[in-house]
DNA sequence: AAGCCTGCTTAACAATTTGATAATCTTAGA
DNA sequence: TCTAAGATTATCAAATTGTTAAGCAGGCTT
């Protein structure tokens, strides 16, 4: 299965448990990290800032309704998603998790398969892409969320293949890129372009932006520097 | 407890039951109606439109399963929140019944708390996106409450899927969102509709707008900027 | 119930932009 | 100097979007 990009949290203090739930999840396309007690859940959750936190009621160090009501109180977690894992029957859990900004609670025992469907169906009503982060290059910002380059806060437009191409090159400034493996990143591997393509783009990129930030490197390929 | 104004409909056949959690949710300001079986579940749902439906799974006539897959099927309950009430240990109802577009699933037996515990979270959850603050960029400004755009402050009207669609794109300001996003946000990760339904709703704001502030990037998205 | 209005979707066609190639120069480096 | 790789430029086909009009369904009015 592909991946989804989204990652998840779970915090318990059987790792059985831990390990169980997180293979389906990462078979799912999920990228899980594990935390063991409530403390590690809340140093991990700002580590690696999750989409869903999923946390056992009882556990060492700090519960689940504790690491919650701390997470839940930063500005950064207010809109995470939060669920917790109880035992059946302790109703009291539950009322008080619900009242203290979980989203939902998920009761033991429960199977992968279900584990795996609320999962999922957290995620199918909020499902918002992620913000990718801005290339800083001296006057040169790149800014794949607008699809814009900023050369001195000047914007610049470039077409989908040459933006993805300066992405591309600009993601290592200083490297040298070898044609294949330009054509490979860009156009894939399966499609068959002529060897001019590139560089008819190259040059596009070169005459927008007004500045020259690409270098060729005779006979190998080309690298993005200021 | 004040009135939510949020209306419920629980469907299932043992009529103690019914009675029980309809008290317990009056009690919290919610408006209650009950059905006993799936027919009546779908009748009455057509009839009073509520925010929330609560389905049993084994109800006569039609399954709660049944129910939801006819009420989503219609375009009026497309976004009601649907969830199921199951026997513990039913998994397989829970992994079909999510798979079906139930939003979620309460386990039998549930105490009254828990339950009211659960709706209030259920509606904490669909509330939290309609924080209808006002946008403002130059010139433009946006009321959601109002469903109402203001161009130096003459009103312009939307139709609400342009309108939907022009909030989107401007909660966001200069960034891209590319055309499956927008299919996923305003129409529905399963709803399918065709190439140019999203060309023409933005072609209709451009044109009630009168103003440009919708930029085309080709082969990726619209972004919203003025 | 019939008719009208509004909004949503689609289809068809026009307009535009993009991407790839070919042909023709330049130039770095042997 | 000579040569091969790259730079330029123009051109064309394909992909993408814009525009318009028409069909449809639901809601409302009469």
Redesign the interface.
């Known amino acids: 299965m592909a991946t989804t990009g989204k990652k998840i949290l779970i915090a318990d203090d059987e790792p059985d448990i831990l390990e169980i739930i997180s293979y389906n999840l990462q078979l799912n396309g999920y990228q899980v990290a594990t935390a063991k007690d409530g403390d590690q859940a809340i140093q991990k959750a700002k580590e690696i800032q999750p989409d869903l936190i999923i946390l056992d009621i009882m556990m060492p160090k700090k519960s689940g309704i504790e690491a919650c009501k701390i997470l839940r109180a930063q500005p950064e977690f207010e ?1 995470t998603l939060i669920v917790f894992l109880t035992a ?1 029957n302790d ?1 009291l859990s ?2 008080k998790g ?2 203290l900004g ?3 609670f998920i ?1 033991k025992p429960i ?1 992968p ?2 584990m795996v ?2 999962v ?2 957290f995620f ?2 909020v ?3 992620e ?1 990718s982060k801005s290339i800083e290059i001296g006057p040169l910002r790149i ?1 794949p ?4 380059v900023y050369f001195n806060n000047e914007p610049k437009s470039l ?2 293949k040459e933006f993805e191409l300066l992405v591309y090159l600009a993601s290592k400034p200083g490297r040298v890129f070898l044609r294949n493996e330009i054509l490979n990143q860009i156009w894939g591997s399966d499609v068959i372009v002529g060897d001019r393509t590139i560089d008819v783009h190259i040059r596009k990129i070169r005459q927008k932006i007004g500045v020259d930030c690409i270098t060729t490197v005779k006979g190998v390929g080309y690298k993005f520097e200021l």
């Open positions: 809109k059946l109703e539950h009322v619900l009242e979980a989203d939902d009761t199977s398969k279900v469907s609320k999922n169906s199918r009503r499902q918002k892409p913000a800014e969320d607008e699809y814009m077409a989908k």
